[in-house]
């Protein structure tokens, strides 16, 4: 039998994002602390629900005057806005093990329609019996469209920081019953 409530294990999963810097170069950062559930059945994914909160102040440049910056009212503004949020509404089978995943994503106050390209890798059992499941998921978004605007112009005409932001989500999640005998 498939277990279709599945908590994300974020000791095993990670979210990640790349954005251009400076025109020419790339930065690279996380998130440390979230949490999530994730309902899915491969027999039926087109009842799938994905809901994660990111405590948005654990973002992880790995350079801490970058990230007290990103914190700032000029970026994710966490004081009035401590977290980012993401629920689901609609799960698209494409080809093969390959889903879309259809949402809103509210960051620093500001929700809009995200799609993610998700791919279901599997499912099997940890060595204590616990049944778990992974995905992997990737899309691009536009910060200027969550109003996050600030920016300063280069001397060569570009900007610091460019507009799209990759994204880069690697889950895995154990069964929730599961969760229940572990902890």
């Known amino acids: 039998m ?3 409530h599945w908590n994300i294990d974020t000791a095993h999963s990670g979210i990640h994002f790349t954005v251009r810097h400076m025109v020419f170069s ?13 309902d899915w059945s491969p027999e039926e994914p087109a009842g799938a629900k994905v809901s994660v909160r990111i405590d948005a102040a654990s973002v992880d440049t790995r350079e801490p005057k970058r990230d007290e910056h990103l914190r700032s009212a000029d970026f994710l503004d966490v004081e009035r806005h401590p977290d980012i949020a993401f629920d689901s509404t609609e799960v698209v089978k494409l080809a093969g093990e390959r889903y879309r995943v259809i949402g809103d994503l509210t960051i620093a106050g500001t929700a809009r329609r995200v799609e993610l390209d998700a791919e279901y890798l599997g499912r099997g059992v940890d060595p204590w019996g616990n049944q778990r499941i992974g995905f992997h998921a990737r899309a691009t978004i536009r910060r200027v469209d ?8 280069l001397e060569t005409g570009g900007v610091l ?5 990759e994204i880069a989500i690697d889950v ?3 069964a929730a019953q599961a969760v229940e005998k572990v902890a």
Not at 146 to 153: K, P, Y
Not at 161 to 165: H, N
């Open 26 to 38: 790339r930065v690279r950062g996380s998130f440390g602390r979230w949490r999530g559930v994730v």
């Open 161 to 165: 920081v460019g507009d799209a932001i």
């Open 146 to 153: 969550f109003g996050l605007t600030w920016n300063q112009v």
């Open 2 to 4: 498939t277990a279709r």
């Open 172 to 174: 895995q999640a154990i």
